[in-house]
T-cell receptor
């Protein structure tokens, strides 16, 4: 039972490069989410998706792009990475709006 | 959208002390309310939840009651243990509070 998996777990990249964080879930959950976690800011929602081909902005979407062509995958792309995007990124999924959210283990991204 | 105000930490307690972490929220309608816990180096996991007013969620000795009239969902535990040291997040749906770091000392 893999649940929800993120890759890569750790990444160092340079300013201006494109980076994609992958997320895969095996539960067939309708909802998927991307959060970033930073000291002093807690957990902030970047984007979420209610179903395949449906995505919506969260609290901090600028600089990020998402897609959801398949229910099980929800990649997050930083089109031109900046140092302020150094963070821990969590992918998550849930069966329905208002249901429990299940988190991946996180992807540690450092932009130098 | 929903938003949440959570008691700022860090909170440091001695083992067997009583814990309260305050959480108030604003929301459209009456969303399900959640507390999640994050142990060091891990992702978040559900601690407890309540789906309607006056419901009490409980797990591992932690409790929280859905208070519609005060829009609150405070987390309590009567006797904390060292193993409870973690960051706790309140969430009315998909939006999360800032998290409260709890350290329990022996």
């Amino acid at each position: 039972d893999a649940g929800i998996t993120q890759s890569p777990r750790y990444k160092i990249t340079e300013t201006g490069r494109q980076v994609t964080l992958m997320c895969h879930q095996t539960w067939s959950h309708s909802y998927m989410f991307w959060y970033r976690q930073d000291l002093g800011h807690g957990l902030r929602l970047i984007y979420y998706s209610a179903a395949a081909d449906i995505t919506d902005k969260g609290e901090v979407p600028d600089g990020y792009v998402v897609s959801r062509s398949k229910t099980e995958n929800f990649p997050l792309t930083l089109e031109s990475a900046t140092r302020s995007q150094t963070s821990v990124y969590f992918c998550a999924s849930g069966g329905h709006s208002g249901n429990t959210i299940y988190f991946g283990e996180g992807s540690w991204l450092t932009v130098v | 959208g929903n938003s949440v105000t959570q008691m700022e930490g860090p909170v440091t307690l001695s083992e067997e002390a009583f814990l309260t972490i305050n959480c108030t929220y604003t929301a459209t309608g009456y969303p399900s309310l959640f507390w999640y816990v994050q142990y060091p180096g891990e992702g978040l996991q559900l601690l407890l939840k309540a789906t309607k007013a006056d419901d009490k969620g409980s797990n591992k000795g932690f409790e929280a009651t859905y208070r519609k009239e005060t829009t609150s969902f405070h987390l309590e535990k009567g006797s904390v243990q060292v193993s409870d040291s973690a960051v706790y997040f309140c969430a009315p749906g998909m939006r999360f509070g800032a998290g409260t770091r709890l350290t329990v000392k022996p």
